[in-house]
């Protein structure tokens, strides 16, 4: 078998077992392309060589404008900076293009670049309980051409308490530097009806100039196979460990 199609059957039994928690309290969940997604955008101001600088302000964002492709068609979610802020400011006032672009001049002319450090959140939320347990986020990453170190991707899993002003419980990711599966893990056996649990992905970097969008690249993640073939993938599974105990 080869190393694609075992890292498909695995991400695939990986969300077939998403419902089934095992006897030692752990599951994982894939890359869903069914569920519905959510965005969110904090945004920071950009320190001179281009790194983040002071908290500006946060929001919910639509998942396109975050520049989250999700292409049920080919089964396939794209990751790439964030473009739309620097777009809408070319029509927008002065004061859009002197925020959003390095403009020299006040916004009169528009800047080649962006100008702000986006931290860009495209998640799945629940309160499911039986997420609330060591918890795995799963998947495979097929193309990787993101321009590093100016943009960073990852796949995260958070904890909110929504009884104490949705203060961040647990935040855990880890970079994705090149295809290939990926996985981060949270524990989160401690929690309370009142967590709010997300997983998903980050992208972080300046705002940019969509004509530098090939420049820049994109993370490419495979979504999980459709439930009928989780389904027959499971039953061979299954199938596979009654032939062993049998043996």
Known sequence: MNKSLLTALTVALA???CHIPTASAQMTVGVDLDATWQGYMNVFNANP???RGAYSFGLGWGVSDLKTTINTGDNTLTLQPNFNTYTDS???TNGDRAFWTNSTDGGVTVGPAGSKWMQ???FIESTDAALKTNLTFAG??????LLSPNYTAAPFIMAFD????YATIVNSSTPITS?????VTANLSAATPDWVIQYGFLVEGINANPADAGAFGSVVVQGVPEPSTYAMLALGAAGLVRRRRRR
């Open 15 to 17: 969300a077939v077992s």
């Open 49 to 51: 060589g281009g790194s």
């Open 90 to 92: 070319l029509s927008g």
């Open 120 to 122: 860009a959140f495209s």
């Open 140 to 145: 495979d990453i097929s193309a990787f051409t």
């Open 162 to 165: 929504a009884a104490n002003g």
């Open 179 to 183: 295809t290939g599966a990926f996985s």
